[in-house]
C-alpha cells in the first residue's frame, strides 16, 4: 500500500490497534493524526454526499465507521 492508496478500512484497523494499546486520549490523538491527515489526502474516497451540510446547522456529519459499543467512531464533518 502506497500513501495514495490508503483506506478507511486501513486506518478504521489502524484506530483499533491504537485504542487497544493506549488509554490516553492525547496519546491515541497525537497517534492519529499523521493517519487521519493521510486519510484525508488519498484520492477518490471522498464523494459528494460528504461535502453535504444541514443548510440550518451550516455544517455536515456523516458516521464512516461506529462500533456496536461505540468506542471507535469516524466521522467526517463538512
Known amino acids: 500500500m502506497t500513501d495514495t492508496d490508503y483506506t478507511l478500512s486501513a486506518y478504521v484497523e489502524d484506530l483499533k490497534r491504537i485504542t487497544a ?13 499523521p ?3 493521510k486519510l484525508a489526502a488519498t484520492p477518490g474516497w471522498i464523494t459528494d454526499t460528504y461535502r453535504q451540510c444541514d ?5 455536515g456529519v456523516h458516521v464512516l465507521h461506529e462500533e456496536d459499543d461505540h468506542a471507535n467512531a469516524v466521522f467526517v464533518v463538512s
Request: hydrophobic fraction near 40%.
Open 21 to 33: 494499546k493506549e488509554t490516553d486520549e492525547k496519546a491515541i490523538f497525537k497517534r492519529l493524526a
Open 35 to 37: 493517519l487521519a491527515q
Open 55 to 59: 443548510e440550518e446547522q451550516g455544517f
